[in-house]
Nanobody, 127 residues
Framework: QVQLVESGGGLVQAGGSLRISCAASGRTFSSYSMGWFRQAPGKEREFVAA????????YHAGSVKGRFSIFRDNDKNTVFLQMSSLKPEDTAVYYC????????????????????WGQGTQVTVSS
């Protein structure tokens, strides 16, 4: 059992920056790959970024590449998403998730691949 709790969301002006966090507890954190997803009203959950257990490999969706950065601090059992140059279309509930394994590299981009989920944190970007 792994518990994930997101924090750091809020209201940000377009062009601004925000860092959101996901704190893990309950089991060994460093053995999991971690991902960030987001879901806007009326839309399906969308992959944002993922990071390997060691932090040595990262992947970012094309829509956020160059603006968002995922990183983790295993000593603090926390994964972060640093967001910059925010746009109104980034508005969504952001969820973190943990996965023990992926069958393929493609699997990291689909929600069904993840074993544990947080409850989300709202990020709203105003025009």
């Amino acid at each position: 059992q792994v518990q994930l709790v997101e924090s750091g969301g809020g209201l940000v002006q377009a062009g601004g920056s925000l860092r959101i966090s996901c704190a893990a507890s309950g089991r060994t954190f460093s053995s999991y790959s971690m991902g960030w997803f987001r879901q806007a009203p009326g839309k399906e959950r969308e992959f944002v970024a993922a990071i390997s257990w060691s932090g040595g490999s990262t992947y970012h969706a094309g829509s956020v590449k160059g603006r968002f950065s995922i990183f983790r601090d295993n000593d603090k059992n926390t994964v972060f998403l640093q967001m910059s140059s925010l746009k109104p279309e980034d508005t969504a509930v952001y969820y973190c998730a943990a996965a023990k394994k992926f069958s393929t590299a493609e699997a990291m981009g689909v929600p069904i691949s993840y074993d544990y989920w947080g409850q989300g944190t709202q990020v709203t970007v105003s025009s």
